[in-house]
């Protein structure tokens, strides 16, 4: 009987020219001779043995002249795909629908993975969640996944668009530049049913207050009884 013990390493350089991995060393204690009992068979005459592998050199070429950095992802496989939590052929004021994307990327670790970015659209309020990052393994090598999930609300009736999603990447089997599109995305909104239409609002009129003046206007019998109080006053 043997066991066999088999570790797989990712390298990912972070410069161009000749990288030399160097040998992985082995140090194992062999049985030599009986052992000494029955019941533990490795306990006995042992002998230190050490092995090891060959040294590894690859040769690093760099980023292609033309690409900007941003879009420079180097990668076997990456796809692109969306999700709706809600038909979008039913969507009302009011509601809210989550759109879930998912980059996913062979060869790449999921830190790596570039963000998607949305634009303000009116009508449409988004509310982004908390990104998801997640490395997996399958006979590719390793595979980086991220996924964005972000909740949509229309807050009126109309006719929207998500615009597509382009992620720029670049083929290390065929060594050329592709494109990981995610297409725009159509869909009304409609009132939702008893709904009533916001009124138009409109400015008020200026309260404008015009002042009034009164003229001060004295009675006529007040004048004469004065004259009447004042002359009695003389007389006496």
Known sequence: RYQVIERVFAFFPSETGELVIPPITLQANLLSGRPRSLFDPMVGNTRTHIKRTEPLTLNVIAQPDGIPLADWLPAARVTLDQTFSKDLSAIKVGDSITRTVRLSA?????????????RDIDGLKFYPDQPQVKDNENALGIVGQRIEQTAIIATRPGSFTLPAQVVNWWDVQANEARQAVLPAVNFEVTQAPGAVPAPSIEAPAPDITVPVVVAAHTPWYWVWQWWLVTAALLAI
């Open 106 to 118: 062979v060869g790449v670790p999921a830190a790596q993975l570039p963000p998607l970015f949305y």
